[in-house]
């Protein structure tokens, strides 16, 4: 067999076999085979909304015929990525707020480095310099979020990385405190996931968010929540910001905004990182893609935000219980370690000596799809998944392990 001329992402180079995918429909997905998967990872942590979803396919479709693109540098703008931005402003956790647009989540955290060391420069402190991030957190495989990102095997092979990004223990308050005592002048900015997902699934301790905020708010520093994976539903609520009860600076999203319909992406930014970038009429902001407001993806997310606003959101909670029981039902008797999560994000923690790939593709063989994170399986069924598929992943899951024992 040739090898294919796509070079896929996250894959060894040199391999030769591919599952394709030919279609998509709720939660299940079928190969070229005609065998069919329970899509157990919404893709990857995004498709909210599930497959063939057919209202962001008619707003993508109806916007293509009217204007599918134009770029919106200076002094251009177009309908759909306006409306998209006011409806995520109304959906933050702010009362005034403003929305710049991308394409991945990987440029929303690069932006969010950007703007964070653009506005501490315009608000008079260039010393402010500093990106801190926590181990084990993932943002993204451009420069600026490699840089960030705490998962080491990720910056391998790489060559040297952005300066001035430093990490701490991905849940010590207390180092990140005596960071904040030595270099709390130089930092510009902390960005953290509300929940860890890439890095393992793992939610915050009881008062770390808070304890980021009241440092971010002691030493003017500004606090960025990295909510690619838990914005847009994921948590039960729009933002995670809001299920945790603590409100950042600015906010990074994607995936879930446009449910994977479209490539989209962006930050919220609040009024404190705002205002410097404002206070000068003169000022520009040399920064942005090409497809940055993108009208054809803006309709379609515009679309998605209104299927999850249709009782979507409400059920993800739901689908988090059901999930978590299954999954806390299989650590009881042993079948697995532990589980750990928040809202519909959840990980099963394997026991010693259980290969978490090899587990993997036992599960793809008995028709569900997850996602192997070092020694943990991870699940984030698309929101429209039954409770019957969420039963059948986990005792796909159950037999998977005992297969391998």
């Known amino acids: 067999m040739a ?44 498709v909210q909304v599930g497959h063939g979803c057919q209202p962001i396919v008619e707003a993508v479709t109806n916007q293509m015929r009217k204007l599918a693109t134009f770029h919106t540098f200076e002094k251009f703008a177009n309908e759909p990525s306006e409306a998209l931005a006011a409806r995520i402003v109304e959906v933050s956790p702010y009362d005034d707020a403003r929305v710049f647009l991308g394409n991945s989540g990987s440029e929303a955290v690069d932006t969010a ?6 506005s501490q420069v315009r608000a008079g402190h260039p010393e402010r310099s500093i990106i801190v991030s926590r181990d084990r957190g993932y943002h993204g495989v451009n420069y600026g979020g490699m840089s960030a990102q705490g998962i080491a095997v990720n910056k391998e092979g790489f060559g040297p990385l952005l300066p001035e990004v430093i990490q701490v223990p ?61 914005g847009f539903g994921r948590m039960g609520t729009w ?58 993806a803006t309709a379609g997310a515009l679309a998605n ?20 029981e299954g999954l806390r039902s299989l650590a009881s008797d042993g079948t697995i370690a532990d589980v750990r999560g928040a809202g519909a994000v959840w990980a099963a923690q394997l026991n010693d000596g259980q290969d978490s790939f090899a587990v993997r593709d036992a599960m793809l063989e008995l028709g569900v799809a997850v996602r192997p994170i070092g020694t943990a399986l991870a699940f984030c069924p698309p929101l429209v998944i039954t409770d019957e598929q969420i039963d059948t992943c986990v005792d796909v899951l159950a037999a998977a392990v005992n297969a391998q024992s």
């Open 170 to 230: 991905a849940d010590d308050i207390e180092g990140m405190a005596t960071l904040f005592a030595n270099s709390g002048d130089k930092i510009a900015a902390v960005i953290t996931e509300p929940v860890q997902g890439a890095g393992g699934v793992w939610p915050p301790p009881d008062g770390y968010l808070e304890g980021l905020r009241r440092l971010c708010d002691q030493h003017g520093a500004y606090l960025i929540f990295d909510e690619v994976i838990c």
């Open 113 to 118: 480095m950007k703007l964070a060391r653009a």
């Open 3 to 46: 090898v294919p001329k796509l070079l896929h992402p996250y894959a060894v180079p040199a391999r030769e076999d591919f599952i394709t995918l030919v279609k998509g429909e709720g939660a299940v997905v079928t190969d070229s085979n005609g065998k069919d998967y329970i899509d157990g990872l919404a893709s990857l942590w995004y």
């Open 305 to 324: 935000l209104e299927v999850l606003a249709d009782g979507l959101i409400d059920r993800a909670p739901k689908v988090g219980a059901r999930l978590s």
């Open 239 to 296: 933002f995670a910001a809001e299920h945790f009860g603590v409100t950042p600076d600015m906010i990074t999203f994607a995936k879930g905004v446009s449910s994977g319909y479209q490539p989209v992406s962006g930050v919220v930014l609040s009024r404190k990182v705002l205002d410097p970038l404002e206070a000068d009429p003169t000022f520009m902001l040399r920064h942005g893609y090409t497809y940055s407001g993108h009208p054809a």
